[in-house]
Structures are given as structure tokens and as C-alpha cells.
């Protein structure tokens, strides 16, 4: 799977929004980005995935930018629930199904 | 939809002893995976099935960790004789096993172990 970088730390405040950033400079054409996030003391939870275009759910925004070396997850107003650690994930498209976690973007709320 | 469940979520052993983890995934789901997580890293693979064959035991220690998936639903991982290194939450996922990279994984809550 092709690598991701995140910032290892970020702080943002209550009820405003996130805007969390992923570089993947070497992605293909078949690699979809996927955001996951952990809450504290539990497993992984999907939040969001995209290919191309910029993608909107329940949960969160996903831009992506138009050469797809990068991609911002956007939470659109946080709330202390949101505290919890992002990853940034490439998946081929056509490759395994697993994931392949880095270390993430541990996000601070504060109140 | 009831999610994976896993058991148990706490295990506290001495080295050189064995445990074994238990997961049930959610209903359907054809590929099941666990995962290992170290505190302060992210999750690492340890073994993906698709119903009841690996397709992935790469990083699976297999000199002491060993896994089954009997007739394709729940599955077991087992740790004989445990390290101190093996302390860490083990992560059980499972997955539609849908082609292409649209695939989505459901995690359990994990399994604390610690070696002392």
C-alpha cells in the first residue's frame, strides 16, 4: 500500500471546524483514500473514502485535491466526541482488501 | 446490526503462557482479520481470512501465534508461549469482502493483553 503522511498532533476548538490533512504524493491510479478514527479504548471505526471526487456523509467531508497527492478530512463542527486518533489510509483498488494503519493524526477538542 | 464482538477484553498473563482470543464477526461478513496494536502505534496486521482460508498470514509470528476460522464465521487467536513484546490490543475486523478498494472495515473493541 502506498505510504500517507499526517501531522502527529492537532488541537482544535469546541464546536468550530477541523480540518485534518493527509499527504500521499506517490498514489496510483486505482488507490482510494479511506479515513478511519479510534476513539479512545476502542477499535477503529470507518469514517469516510473517496477515489476522485469530494465526498460528504453523516460524519464528515472529504476533499480531495485535484492531482490527488493530498486530501483533507473535514469535521465540520467538533464536538468532544470528536477526540479520537485519524488515519489516512490508501487501499488499491484492485489490490487486498486489508488496511494498512500508520500512526494517524491525534486530534485535541478543546471545550 | 450487531457489531464484532470480541472476547476477552482484558487478559493479564506471566510470560511463557498461553491465551487465546475469540471473535465473532458480524453476520455475512465473509473476510475476518486481526489486527495487532502496540500502545502509541498504529494497528498491524496479523492475519486476513476470506471465509474460512488465509489470504494473508505475512506478519503472523508463527512460531507462537496461530489462528482458525472454523466453518467461516467465528475465529480464535491463540498465543503459545506469550513475550513480554505481546502485550498490546488485539483488534478483530471483518468485511463484506466487496471487490475493489470501496471496501469497509467493522472493528470490535479489542482484547487488552498483558505479559508480565
Known amino acids: 500500500d502506498a505510504k500517507t503522511t499526517q501531522p502527529n498532533s492537532m488541537e482544535s476548538n469546541e464546536e468550530e471546524p477541523v480540518h485534518l490533512p493527509c499527504n500521499h504524493s506517490t498514489i496510483s491510479g486505482t488507490d482510494y483514500i479511506h479515513w478511519y478514527r479510534q476513539l479512545p479504548s476502542q477499535g477503529p471505526e470507518y469514517v469516510i473514502h473517496?477515489?476522485?471526487s469530494n465526498v460528504n456523509n453523516r460524519m464528515a467531508s472529504l476533499a480531495i485535491a485535484e492531482d490527488r497527492k493530498s486530501s483533507t478530512l473535514i469535521l465540520h463542527r467538533a464536538t468532544l466526541r470528536d477526540a479520537a486518533v485519524y488515519y489516512c489510509i490508501l487501499r488499491d483498488g484492485f489490490g487486498n482488501e486489508k488496511l494498512t494503519f500508520g500512526t494517524g493524526t491525534r486530534l485535541t477538542i478543546i471545550p | 446490526e450487531a457489531g464484532v464482538a470480541q472476547s476477552p477484553r482484558y487478559k493479564i498473563i506471566e510470560k511463557r503462557q498461553s491465551v487465546a482470543f475469540w471473535c465473532n464477526p458480524i453476520s455475512g461478513h465473509a473476510t475476518l482479520y486481526w489486527y495487532q496494536q502496540i500502545l502509541g502505534q498504529g494497528p498491524k496486521l496479523l492475519i486476513q481470512f476470506q471465509n474460512n482460508g488465509v489470504v494473508d498470514d505475512s506478519q503472523l509470528p508463527k512460531d507462537r501465534f496461530s489462528a482458525e476460522r472454523l466453518k467461516g464465521v467465528d475465529s480464535t487467536l491463540k498465543i503459545q508461549p506469550a513475550k513480554l513484546e505481546d502485550s498490546a490490543v488485539y483488534l478483530c475486523a471483518s468485511s463484506l469482502g466487496l471487490a475493489g478498494g470501496a471496501n469497509v472495515l467493522t472493528f470490535g473493541a479489542g482484547s487488552r493483553l498483558t505479559v508480565l
Open positions: 473517496g477515489l476522485t
